[in-house]
């Protein structure tokens, strides 16, 4: 009886991984683990000025970067399980305030980019779009103080 039991354990856990197998192939569910995704933000101020920019997430504060004009600053990341990273940056040139974006939201990414590409402008930072070959989608600053 026991050794019976034991067979049958071992044969439903073969049949639920090759299931498992066969769906996450499928479906990408997994996907979020294994795709890395690489985030890039350019300095484009106008007036050359530097842009003192500082990212960071729930669980990672990546620092505070002075980028150069026309100078960048990338880091690559694994999505979190729950699928809800986000990473947001303060940014701020010369005197002006510090302003905020969410330069990666998962809900709003994660499908349009593998390598989210950015540039930052007084009035914003704008998003790489791939099929249009320039930085098309401009955002407004967040409202965050």
Known sequence: MWMH???????????LATSFIEASSRSHWL???????????????????????????????LGLQVLRPHHSFSWKFHQNFFRTTQFYCSMEWGEEKVHWFDIYIYRRDYSRCENCLWIVKQNGPCFYDEASGAYDFCYPWSLKA
């Not at 039991?5 to 049949?15: E, H, K, Y």
Request: aromatic share 10%; hydrophobic share 40%.
């Open 5 to 15: 039991n034991c067979f049958f354990v071992v044969l439903l856990s073969l049949t």
């Open 31 to 61: 996907d979020f683990r294994l795709k890395k995704t690489t985030v890039v933000v350019r300095n484009e101020l106008e007036g050359e000025r530097e842009l003192r920019l500082h990212c960071m997430s729930e669980e990672y504060d």
